[in-house]
């Protein structure tokens, strides 16, 4: 089955650290992959994707074929980044495979 | 533009009682996927409509239905409910076709579901 692995439940970083949520991928082409953000009490919401290659309030994420990866980096963590994040891989028509998200805890 | 609208957004059926949960999508987007999200299991794909046909379907009893209608509105119905089926149901519309861009994702704010 194409997936996605998000290996860390709960990551927790101090403000002003960098931060890295992991996701790998088994996929034997090559994958779109999305990481997509919830916030407390807000609807889920896309960051970035790897298609697009841009940066989202600091984010960045590389797509890894060698080490079938697309780890989310942010170099500073802020307060605000506290929230769910789902890695994600579009499958035919609307279907998306949802790693099972790692919730980020910003220290002040 | 408006986003994706589901509507309730807080539901309490007692078991075995059946429910209907209705999404309006973005206007334009022909596609709406339905998830599952709970904490234990995360995010899990109900079945995806486009052009008011089911395009795919997700592991889940035939308890689990829905429809989409011209307009693109989708509803969801459980039947027989179980306390298990206690989650938060989300809505997702896009246009659906293509890749790159087009595949784009957008939710509605979920209807929470608790079966008491």
């Known amino acids: 089955a194409q997936r996605v692995t998000q290996p860390e439940k709960l990551l927790s970083v101090f403000k002003g650290a960098p931060v890295e949520l992991k996701c790998n991928y088994s996929?034997?082409?090559?994958?779109?992959l999305f990481w997509y953000v919830q916030y407390s009490r807000q609807r889920l919401q896309l960051l970035l994707r790897?298609?697009s290659r841009e940066s989202i309030k600091g984010f960045t994420a590389d797509l890894n074929k060698g080490e079938t990866s697309f780890h989310l980096k942010k170099p500073f963590a802020q307060e605000e980044d506290s929230a769910m994040y789902y890695c994600?891989?579009?499958?035919?028509?609307?279907?998306?495979?949802f790693g099972t998200g790692t919730s980020l805890t910003v220290i002040p | 533009k408006a986003g994706v609208t589901q509507t309730p957004r807080y539901l309490i059926k007692t078991r075995g009682q059946q429910v209907t949960l209705s999404c309006s999508p973005i206007?334009?987007?022909?596609?709406v996927s339905w998830y599952q999200q709970t904490p234990g299991q995360g995010l899990q794909f109900l079945f995806e409509?486009?052009?008011?046909?089911?395009?795919n379907k997700g592991n889940f009893p035939g308890r689990f239905s829905g429809r989409q209608f011209s307009n693109s509105r989708s509803e969801m119905n459980v039947s027989t409910l179980e306390l298990g089926d206690s989650a938060l149901y989300l809505c997702?519309?896009?246009f659906g076709q293509g890749e790159g861009l087009n595949t784009e994702a957008f939710f509605g704010q979920g209807t929470r579901l608790t079966v008491v």
């Open positions: 994600a891989r579009p499958n035919t028509g609307n279907q998306f495979y």
């Open positions: 409509y486009f052009s008011e046909t089911q395009r």
């Open positions: 997702a519309s896009s």
């Open positions: 206007s334009g987007h022909r596609s």
């Open positions: 996929y034997s082409g090559s994958p779109e």
């Open positions: 790897h298609i």
